[in-house]
């Protein structure tokens, strides 16, 4: 038994010392759990109101009353529980790990496991998760989030990062500004995306608009040339100069147009607006607009009315 431990004492050390990666380290421990070394050792589960790390720490899982804050190397074999949670450094949770207030993670956090926030999770750093993600509020990525579950909201989901999942289902708004690799459906109340990227299966809101802010602009070495529609909000607004500071940033003479957003099957919302999409299925909903750089390899089913860019053609009928 002694050997056993520290075995997995010694493959802990060299994670956190950088001589394996991560990859490493989890192959390596299922090669050894194969053969029968770790599986009879008794994990060092905790139980505290807090737990505070800067440097490195290894634990077997445990309940923490309190916050976990993570500003060097965490490791944790079993399951996790806490009241919150912020990760600057690195963690890996070898199990679930249940938060029951908020969550926020600016390092990178590996979870072999469900993860269930009960109140807002921010991801600003690079977060991956092998089973399902349940948010109880606010769920905001800035950095990168890949899950190999579905992924649910119980409020908002705001992207401006990029976020990869089975499914993803907001119970309010999603509003995408950054990149989309959905495998099957994506359902919410309200959905905006101003980014691109993939839907393997179908997009189901009862409001939907794709790429379809009210202005448009051009950049040359000599001037900007800009064109805003008359019922433009604020927020498109503030929106639209956020985009030409960057891309001033980037050099001038540069046009930076939205990239697509590619749905692999339907469409289905009470008023859709698209544009700068294709989607390969049908289109179905009360009002439909359907605007420039679309393509729709199905048919627009509409009930009440229907509005198409004048060089798109589509197949049209009237449903019920």
């Known amino acids: 038994m002694t050997e056993s431990k520290s075995l997995r004492d010694s493959l802990e050390e060299k994670l956190q010392s950088g001589e394996i990666s991560e990859d490493e380290y989890v192959a390596l421990k299922q090669q050894l759990d ?61 199990d679930d790990l249940v938060i029951a207030e908020t969550a926020k993670i600016a390092g990178k956090m590996v979870v072999d496991g469900r993860v269930s926030i009960g109140e807002n999770f921010k991801v600003a750093g690079k977060v991956e998760i092998s089973e399902d993600l349940e948010v109880g509020e606010d769920l ?39 990149a989309l690799d959905i495998k099957e459906d994506v359902h919410a109340l309200e959905f905006i995306s101003e980014g691109g990227g993939n839907i393997g299966g179908s997009l189901y809101a009862d409001e939907i608009s794709v790429n379809s802010r009210n202005f448009s ?13 008359d019922n433009i909000d604020f927020l498109e607004l503030k929106s639209m100069i956020n985009n030409i500071v960057k891309n001033i940033i980037g050099g001038f003479g540069t046009v930076k147009n939205p990239k ?3 749905i692999e099957q339907n469409v289905e919302g009470k008023s859709i ?6 989607v390969k299925g049908d289109v179905i909903g ?19 009315t229907v509005e198409v860019e004048d060089e798109i053609e589509v197949k049209l009928e009237k449903i019920e």
């Open 34 to 94: 194969k053969i029968g070394l770790l599986d009879h050792e008794e994990p060092d589960r905790i139980d505290q109101d807090k737990l505070s790390i800067t440097g490195s720490k290894s634990i077997g899982g445990g309940k923490i009353k309190g916050p976990i804050k993570v500003a060097g190397s965490f490791i944790s074999r079993g399951k996790v529980e806490a009241e919150s949670l912020s990760v600057a450094g690195k963690a890996s949770i070898q």
């Open 140 to 178: 905001k990525i800035s950095g990168k989030l890949n899950v190999n579950g579905h992924v649910l909201s119980q409020h908002d989901i705001k992207v401006s990062g990029k976020i990869s999942c089975l499914s993803l289902t907001s119970k309010n708004l999603l509003k995408s500004d950054g």
């Open 217 to 229: 602009y051009i950049m040359n070495d000599d001037d900007i040339d800009l064109h805003i529609d």
């Open 260 to 262: 697509p957003l590619i």
């Open 273 to 278: 607006s698209l544009s700068n999409t294709v």
């Open 286 to 304: 009360d009002i439909i607009k359907i605007g420039k750089n679309t393509k729709v390899e199905g048919t627009v089913r509409y009930r009440d």
